[in-house]
Each structure stands twice: as structure tokens, then as C-alpha cells.
């Protein structure tokens, strides 16, 4: 069994695993880290998102040992270094009523982080019209980035509504 090493919310951990573990099953199976959810252990749902190296991954198609010495941040981690430990984004979900049931909210919470990263670096999305000029943050933007999160209660309103808020805070809520 090939041994892996991972730093998960700022936790460095080294595991020996079988070839076919997920990154998702390694975070809840083996170091009992629950933020990510497993939906349809298919990446069609996004529950199972968190930040790999820093950009938004889903956990439960990527093999552990691809991805050995990858910093994992989870939505329980993102709220390190947070005076309330609450990251803003995590905030703006609660403000804005962003959940019902709340199994995808960690991987909602991760995803709307990874998809601000990417606005503020400039990369475009499918439905960006001009892929010379700055990106335009408007609804069918930020509804595009999203969509690789269900949310089977249909928080949507609210998820667009906290995201929304936090574009116009620079990504910061």
C-alpha cells in the first residue's frame, strides 16, 4: 500500500492507502473529517467539495494518491484564523438563510470560495460573454459557477443571495 501525506485544515497527516481511496473517503473514513459530505459519490452533486491546493475540488472522484502532498482545506477549516471562527463567506450563508437542511452547505461554502478566487483572478466561465474584458459578476455568472452544487431543499435564492454579497464585498462578506 502506497503511504500518502495530506494537510487537512492545517493538520499535516501521512496514511498508507489502498490505490482506489478517494480523497473523500480518506477525509471522513479515515481522519473522521465530516465537513465534506458523500451525496452521489459521482461528482454531480458537489457536496464532497472542498479547496485542493487551493481550487475547489470535487473529493470524491480524485484518488488519494494522486494527490499526495495537497493541502485539503474543508469547510470546517476555512473558519481557522476568523476572529468568530466563522469564515465570511460561511457567514453570509447564515445571513442570507443560504441552507434548509444544510448537507450541502460545506461543499456550497467551498465552492462559493474556490468560484471567488477564480472571479478575482480573471478566469471566465461558460457563460462569459467577453473573454477579453473583466469578468461581469452578474446573476447568470454566478449561477453558472455554482451549478456544480445541488441542493436538493432548493436554497438556491438564498445561496445566489449570499454569493451575491459577497462579490460585492470584494469577496469578503
Known sequence: MPTVSFRVDGVDHTLDVDVRTTVLDLLRERLGNTAPKKGCDHGQCGSCTVLLDGRRH?????????YDGAEVVTAAGLGEGHAD?????????LRNDAFQCG?????????????LDELREGHPSHVTEDLDAEVDPDDDELRERMSGNLCRCGAYVGILAAVRECVASGGEA
Request: contains cysteine; charged residues 5%; aromatic residues 6%.
Open 103 to 115: 448537507y450541502c452547505t460545506p461543499g456550497q461554502v467551498c465552492s462559493a470560495v474556490g468560484m
Open 58 to 66: 470535487l473529493t470524491c472522484l480524485a484518488l488519494a494518491v494522486s
Open 85 to 93: 471562527g466563522l469564515h465570511p463567506v460561511a457567514d453570509a450563508f
